[in-house]
């Protein structure tokens, strides 16, 4: 699948298999309305077992302190935040993202997902989607993914350059 670079259209027939997958070993997962984060780790899982020549992470936190600083700045958070641990970082670390570990390594795409029954703000996650997809993460597409039960109640709006695609 890989040929140096992944469209959209390929990235989005990529997803939609995984959650087909998803949904049919991991139905339970979906009914139940587990935490958000058993769901995107299991999505991820999928993910990797398709894509093995690249790293798909939950949760990944390890950028330089000085990107997370430029990002923390560029969404608004509260100025007086100079804790710089992972129960402060958490506004800012994307749910799955596919990439090459490492300083020199490519940025392919940051997922933000929610369920569909969950009533929390989409705002911060989607500008987490722009902020992921300028300076200096420059991932080369942001998603924004509402799982529902069944497929036909995804929605996927897609982040290129900071802002929305579809």
């Known amino acids: 699948m890989y040929n140096g670079t992944f469209t959209k259209a390929e990235l989005e027939n990529l997803i939609n298999f995984c959650l087909q997958k998803l949904r049919r070993l991991d139905r339970y997962l ?27 992470d939950c949760e990944y936190n390890r950028f330089k302190q ?7 700045k560029r969404l ?9 641990d992972d129960t402060k970082l958490s506004p800012v670390i994307p749910d799955i993202i596919i990439h090459e570990r490492g300083p020199h390594g ?32 420059n991932y080369e597409l942001g998603l924004f993914l509402k799982i ?14 900071g802002a929305r695609i579809n």
């Open 66 to 72: 000085r990107d997370i600083k430029d990002i923390v």
């Open 106 to 137: 490519k940025n392919i795409l940051v997922i933000e997902v929610k369920k569909s029954s969950s009533s929390s703000s989409e705002t911060l996650d989607r500008n987490k989607l722009i902020a992921f997809t300028t300076d200096p993460l």
């Open 148 to 161: 529902g039960l069944d497929n036909e109640d995804d929605i996927m709006d897609w982040y290129f350059h």
């Open 76 to 84: 608004e958070l509260p100025k007086d935040n100079n804790n710089w």
């Open 30 to 56: 979906l009914d139940e309305e587990v935490n958000e984060r058993t769901i995107t780790h299991k999505l991820a899982e999928y993910l990797q077992q398709q894509i093995p020549e690249f790293n798909v």
